[in-house]
T-cell receptor, first 110, second 111 residues
Framework: QQKVQQSPESLIVPEGGMASLNCTSS?????YFWWYRQHSGKSPKMLM?????GEKEEGRFTVHLNKASLHTSLHIRDSQPSDSALYLC??????????FGDGTQLVVKP | EAAVTQSPRNKVAVTGGKVTLSCNQT?????MYWYRQDTGHGLRLIHY???????EKGDIPDGYKASRPSQENFSLILELATPSQTSVYFC??????????FGKGTRLTVV
């Protein structure tokens, strides 16, 4: 069973809208979470990390983490067409193994 | 910026043949990883390493071997390639905080 589950699988939002992506881990050994973004034909690049409960904001991007439920979410406000990409959630365990979910394919329509 | 270089970038192999994918990092990171990504999907962990001489099995190690002869180099070996191993393979190195830096990927087609 996959250790990291993401939803939705795909998401279409209008330009200027809000995109909300979810991620949950089924492994209680998971410590930290990351969000990566992968544009078509490219390699993934780290977007944001969150290690403790609460919220973290960087520009138009906000991540939330609830460690008790092992749930994290990524919110993108004022979405732009350049935000269209595959968003991957990653979680690490105490052995520094990094597991990825299947991703959310985001399309921002002009 | 962290640098991870994979070679080759594209490879066509025959079923039953041996394939070696190479990865070099100049970040001096202890941790290195091999993932595969099938079209439209996420990354699945094949093997990883904590340093020179160490290799560990990830989630899908069957049909793959790994080798870490030095801090900089981490290879993925397919002894008997099968069409089901057609995929894009990403090598990555990880820093002490756990951030992972990826190479550009190798597109492998097994015919």
């Amino acid at each position: 069973q996959q250790k990291v589950q993401q939803s939705p699988e795909s998401l279409i939002v209008p330009e200027g809208g809000m995109a909300s992506l979810n991620c949950t881990s089924s492994d209680r050994n998971v410590d930290y979470f990351w969000w990566y973004r992968q544009h078509s034909g490219k390699s993934p690049k780290m977007l944001m990390s969150i290690f403790s409960n609460g919220e973290k904001e960087e520009g138009r991007f906000t991540v939330h983490l609830n460690k008790a439920s092992l749930h994290t979410s990524l919110h993108i406000r004022d979405s732009q067409p350049s935000d269209s990409a595959l968003y991957l959630c990653a979680a690490s365990d105490s052995n520094n193994r990094i597991f990825f979910g299947d991703g959310t394919q985001l399309v921002v329509k002009p | 910026e962290a640098a991870v270089t994979q070679s080759p970038r594209n490879k066509v192999a025959v079923t039953g043949g041996k394939v070696t994918l190479s990865c070099n990092q100049t970040n001096n990171h202890n941790n290195m990883y091999w993932y595969r990504q099938d079209t439209g999907h996420g990354l699945r962990l094949i093997h990883y390493s904590y340093g020179a001489g160490s290799t560990e099995k990830g989630d899908i190690p069957d049909g793959y071997k790994a080798s870490r002869p030095s801090q900089e180099n981490f290879s993925l070996i397919l002894e008997l390639a099968t069409p089901s191993q057609t995929s894009v393979y990403f090598c990555a190195s990880g820093d002490a905080q756990g951030e992972v830096f990826f190479g550009k990927g190798t597109r492998l087609t097994v015919v």
